[in-house]
């Protein structure tokens, strides 16, 4: 069965270094999304993408965050200078249409 | 008012037990009503989607939508110990586009007990 797969599963970082988180999404898939969920709380959407451009985007994916989509199979997203409080896990989600959403394992960004 | 809540739990029920899990959100444009699976530190897992109000049944698990009352429900039915995950409920408005944002609740933990 078809899945999204991100890597790494996990990555530490200094605070103020920049990181790169990676997904490839469902083959055949057009619209894709980065969430992420901070321990202990509730999964929080960061931004959608479709035809080569953002869709949406959250108040949470200030200009420290962007998003790529550099060939025909990888999405990327990236923070450019962590915070603490960037910690948590990020979803990779991507979706055929008809808002069914199909998400990946997570990569656990911690940030020192 | 949040946008959509649900009783975090812990919910403990012995193994075949139904259970009854439910959410109620305040925005009346949304559309499209899912259920995820989490499993500890892993990714969600759609369980169900259905469109509008009314029931939908796959297995031994039943979604019910209710728009008019805000509230919407996932029923399982002969609980295993495998059930044992945190459930997220999740709503989209449903666009003319695919590419609507999710919407999830906090999430119930389950635990089913042999």
């Known amino acids: 069965e078809p899945e999204v797969t991100q890597t790494p599963s996990h990555q530490v970082t200094q605070m103020g270094q920049e990181v790169i988180l990676r997904c490839v999404p469902i083959s055949n898939h057009l619209y894709f999304y980065w969430y992420r969920q901070i321990l202990g709380q509730k999964v929080e959407f960061l931004v959608s993408?479709?035809?080569?451009?953002?869709?949406?985007k959250s108040e949470i994916f200030d200009d420290q965050f962007s998003v790529e989509r550099p060939d025909g199979s990888n999405f990327t997203l990236k923070i450019r200078s962590t915070k603490l409080e960037d910690s948590a896990m990020y979803f990779c989600a991507s979706s055929g249409g008809y808002n069914e959403q199909f998400f990946g394992p997570g990569t656990r960004l911690t940030v020192l | 008012q949040k946008e959509v809540e649900q009783d975090p739990g812990p919910l403990s029920v012995p193994e075949g037990a139904i259970v009854s899990l439910n959410c109620t959100y305040s925005n009346s444009a949304f559309q499209y009503f899912m259920w995820y699976r989490q499993y500890s530190r892993k990714g969600p897992e759609l369980l169900m989607y259905t469109y509008s109000s009314g029931n939908k049944e796959d297995g031994r698990f039943t979604a019910q939508v209710d728009k008019s009352s805000k509230y919407i429900s996932l029923f399982i039915r002969d609980s295993q110990p495998s059930d044992s995950a945190t459930y997220l409920c999740a709503m989209s408005l449903l666009m003319k586009t695919s590419y609507d944002k999710v919407i999830f609740g906090p999430g119930t933990s389950l635990s089913v007990i042999p």
């Open positions: 993408f479709y035809n080569n451009e953002i869709s949406e």
